[in-house]
């Protein structure tokens, strides 16, 4: 038995993980790729995909991380092969009052993971946008309240990092696409050459 699996069994032991936790351990690279929807995300109703969301969403999962940045780095790579130019990891944004209270951003986490999953491949803009105006969570909205909920709710913050350039927003989790519409608006009206989206997972 090698040894960094006789200390993550050793661990387990010694702090048994959640269940959200060894639910998210099942996954690897090869499952999550047949796991993957035709759009290239995880379907979100899949106990396990769940698993792996909630585990970066709220508790900061390293281990996770690094699962999740390895296979959003091949679809981030798939989207870039066409762009004329170095291609713009953007995350999507958390109001500021949401992102104390958590203290972290989950998807500029996801982000980060993606550069080390393919170091020299992208460029990174973690403030590119922002949320101007603090909407109620999407979870459990019907689609008419979430278009409502996040309509007008973020802007370009940095054109100029942006202006013709080709961005990919990388989201942890989309239902609606109403957020996805939204940062793409913003985007386009900075004037970004193309934008593309990129969830970890699809309700």
């Not at 990919?168 to 239902?175: H, L, Q, R």
């Amino acid at each position: 038995m090698k040894l960094a699996t006789m200390l993550f069994h050793t661990l387990d032991v010694l702090l048994p993980p959640r269940p959200t936790e060894r639910l998210a351990r099942r996954l690897t690279q090869e499952s999550m790729q047949m796991l993957a929807r035709p759009d290239g995300a995880l379907p979100y109703h899949e106990a396990q995909v769940r698993a792996l969301v909630w585990e970066i969403k709220y508790r900061k999962n390293g281990e996770m991380l690094s699962l999740a940045g390895g296979f959003l780095a091949n679809a981030a790579l798939s989207l870039a092969e066409e762009s004329l130019s170095m291609p713009i990891l953007i995350p999507v944004p958390m109001h500021a009052a949401r992102k104390a209270a958590r203290g972290y951003n989950q998807c500029e986490l996801l982000c980060e993971a993606i550069m080390k999953a393919s170091p020299g491949s992208f460029l990174y803009a973690p403030h590119a946008l922002k949320r101007v105006r603090n909407t109620i969570p999407q979870q459990g909205l019907p689609k008419y309240r979430r278009l409502k909920n996040v309509a007008g709710s973020i802007e370009a913050a940095d054109a100029q990092s942006v202006a013709g350039k080709t961005c990919i927003v990388v989201d942890d989790v989309s239902t609606t696409g109403a957020t996805a519409h939204e940062t793409k608006r913003a985007l386009l009206s900075a004037g970004a050459r193309e934008v593309h989206i990129l969830a970890l997972a699809r309700a």
